[in-house]
Structure formats: C-alpha cells, structure tokens
C-alpha cells in the first residue's frame, strides 16, 4: 500500500509578527539568512 509523507522546508520567517500599538512598527523573527535574528521594521503609511 502507498504512504503519504510530508516533509518542510526550513523556517525562514516567523508566521506571527508582532506590531506596535500605533501600527507603525512589526517585529518578526527570521532564519532566512541561516542564523535566527529579530528586526524590528516600520510599516509604510500607506499599509497601516
């Protein structure tokens, strides 16, 4: 008989940002580059 297996690639960015109260600001964390770092980023105006 046949099995399902599935596999994942490796995390590059946290699926749960974090975004300031006034909108302005989203800290995330991300493995992109091979080492886990956090940024923290404004948001553009026209996107809050």
Known sequence: EGR????YGP???H????FSLDG???????DG???PQ???VE???AFR
Do not use: I, K, L, M
């Open 33 to 35: 580059t091979g080492n």
């Open 15 to 18: 699926p749960h940002p974090s």
């Open 24 to 30: 302005r600001w989203v800290a995330f964390t991300s």
């Open 43 to 45: 948001v553009p105006e």
């Open 4 to 7: 399902e297996e599935t596999t």
């Open 11 to 13: 995390q590059t960015s």
């Open 38 to 40: 956090a940024y923290v």
